[in-house]
Structure formats: C-alpha cells, structure tokens
C-alpha cells in the first residue's frame, strides 16, 4: 500500500512520514510539499491513499482533495489537519474528504484512521464527530430522510455510518450477511445514495453520525 503525505512543512511532513513507517512497515509513504506537487505526483506515484494537510500555500488542502476526487473518485483523502473547527470539518467532507483527524490527535488514532480509509471506510476523529452530532442534535428537529425508517434499518444505518463490516454487522443484530446486504440497498434506496461515502454525509447531517468508535 502507497500514500502521499502532503505537507508544507518538510520537518513535521518528514516526523509523521517516519512515524507511519514505524507504525505500518507494510505502507510505503512518499512525501509532497504543496496541493501542485500533489496534483503531480499522485498520477506517477499512485497512492491508494492521500494525507492531506488542509492549510497548504497556493492551491490549498480543501481545492486539492476536489480536484483528486474529481479526476479520481475511488482515491480516499484523509485530512490531518491543526484545524478543529466543525466549519472546516464540513467543507473538508463537501470536497469529498473519506476522513478527517486533527494533529494533536495521539499516533494510534492516525493509526486507525489510515486503515480505516485504506480499506474504503470513512474516519472522523471522536471528538469531532462527536461535536457534529451534537450540533444537529441541539435543532431538535428529526430529519425528514428519517422519519419513515423502522428501528432496525436505524440500527443498519448508524453501523454502516460508523464504518463496521457486514460480518460485524450480521453478528452483532443476529442476522445474516445477505440481509445485511439488503438492508444496505434498501437504505440507499430510501435515503436517495449511491454510495457508503454520501451514507456517511447524510448521518453527518442528521446528527446520527458516530464515527471514531472502535468497532
């Protein structure tokens, strides 16, 4: 597995790229100071994932992910970031970030937010997804999108938000893995989405979202 570590500070770009060689032997991690270097050298390097800074000089963190996810829809983009503002949380996500961690967050949650985004799930640091969910929840207001759903595609529907497999899934409500299956087309369906990633910004939006949490 290869990731872009993109970062206009080549002292703290060069500190985190030797932790997560450290702490993932198995990732090659190559190095890009600015989004134009990014924008460069994913095509010739090609990262299954990139980690992004989002306040980079010139084309900045936010520009960037657009314009990867535009030209590659399936490259997740992880922002880690010394911002924690919820304001920039959303637009990272509206630019079609897959996760979002904060710098002072400890090595084990960058960690697992890698992971996680390399194999196809959104990450939001705790906290952060936290403070989402308590924003919406404080309108009071329940979500139309909401309102006709039964209590276990509620149930289906928080899992997948967070991230959890279909076999943890099928475990953990006692069903099998084709319901599982077909409880997520009918969740799409119903919420109007066509993929895991517009799933989770709708459980963003709805106040419902819970990701972060160890599955």
Avoid: W
Avoid at 200 to 213: K, M, N, P
């Amino acid at each position: 597995m290869k990731i872009l570590l993109v970062d206009d500070h080549a002292v703290v770009r060069q500190g985190y790229a030797s932790l997560l060689k450290a702490l993932l032997p198995e990732v090659q991690v190559d190095e890009a100071g600015s989004g134009e270097e990014a924008l460069s050298a994913v095509p010739l390097l090609g990262p299954h994932l990139v980690v992004l800074d989002i306040g980079l000089p010139g084309i900045s963190g936010l520009e960037t992910c657009r314009r990867l996810r535009q030209r590659l829809p399936q490259l997740p983009v992880l922002f880690f970031s010394m911002h924690d503002e919820l304001s920039l949380v959303r637009q990272a996500l509206d630019a079609g970030a897959t996760g979002y961690i904060t710098k002072s967050s400890a090595p084990d949650v960058l960690v697992e937010a890698v992971r996680r985004t390399l194999a196809g799930q959104m990450y939001i640091e705790q906290g952060l997804a936290t403070q989402l969910a308590s924003q919406k929840y404080t309108q009071g207001a329940i979500d139309p999108r909401l309102q006709s759903m039964t209590p276990r595609e509620m149930e289906v529907f928080v899992m997948l938000s967070r991230g959890l497999p279909t076999q943890k899934i099928s475990k953990t409500l006692c069903i099998s893995n084709k319901t599982v299956s077909n409880y997520m087309t009918l969740l799409k369906h119903k919420l109007q989405v066509t993929s895991h990633v517009e799933l989770v910004h709708l459980a963003i939006d709805t106040g419902v979202l819970r990701i972060g949490e160890a599955s």
